[in-house]
């Protein structure tokens, strides 16, 4: 079946790196996507990663892959009180529909 | 700001009522795609459209419908609205063939 699955909060404090973990169950998904959600808007995409890299890095972002045990992280650098949202997950099923974790609460202590 | 418009942003309905909610794409864009978003949950996948053709449905009841115009906008229309309808419904639109898809800022629909 499709399944993503995240944890549900994570406290950092500005200026540490934050990683948020997912894991996912389907293996012919060919992309994976990372999504930012602030307060009463949609969603912003942040990063995604083709299904046969490991890794991709994108100014603060790095997002790690590892198809084996259909593990992804995204990892955020010198974290703002900006980065505070909540972060979810998505990979790409048939007919290009996105299937979304339950989302990770990120909040940045000052 | 990615250029997909959804209105209304909020609207209140009764059990039993129906709602027409709409969604203006990016420019371009020739698929669009509706996602239910419950309090606390990440978005489920409604159905897609891709040139005026439904070519995806996730697991939701018939009373949840939707139409792709010839200027690629859409609607979702919900009948028999009932008390777990009260969502955030989201639009997204893409380019055929592109991975990214562009996000509305949604409708949240209430149901009293």
């Known amino acids: 079946g499709e399944d993503v699955e995240q944890s549900l909060f994570l406290s950092v404090r500005e200026g540490d790196s934050s990683v948020i973990n997912c894991t996912y169950t389907d293996s012919s998904s060919t992309y994976l996507y990372w999504y930012k959600q602030e307060p009463g808007a949609g969603l912003q995409l942040l990063t995604y990663i083709f299904s046969n890299m490991d890794m991709k890095q994108d100014q603060r972002l790095t997002v790690l892959l590892n198809k084996k045990d259909k593990h992804l992280s995204l990892r955020i650098a010198d974290t703002q009180t900006g980065d505070s949202a909540i972060y979810f997950c998505?990979?790409?099923?048939?007919?290009?529909?996105?299937?979304f974790g339950t989302g990770t609460l990120l909040a940045v202590q000052p | 700001e990615t250029g997909v418009t959804q209105s209304p942003t909020h609207l209140i309905k009764t059990r039993g009522q129906q709602v027409t909610l709409r969604c203006s794409s990016q420019s371009g864009h020739n698929t669009v795609s509706w996602y239910q978003q419950a309090l606390g949950q990440g978005p489920q996948f409604i159905f897609q459209y891709y040139r005026e053709e439904e070519n995806g449905r996730g697991n939701f009841p018939p009373r949840f419908s939707g139409l792709q115009f010839p200027n690629y906008s859409s609607e979702l229309n919900v009948n028999a609205l009932e008390l777990d309808d009260s969502a955030l419904y989201l639009c997204a639109s893409r380019r055929d063939g592109n991975t990214e898809a562009f996000f509305g800022q949604g409708t949240r629909l209430t149901v009293v």
């Open positions: 998505a990979e790409e099923g048939a007919t290009n529909k996105l299937i």
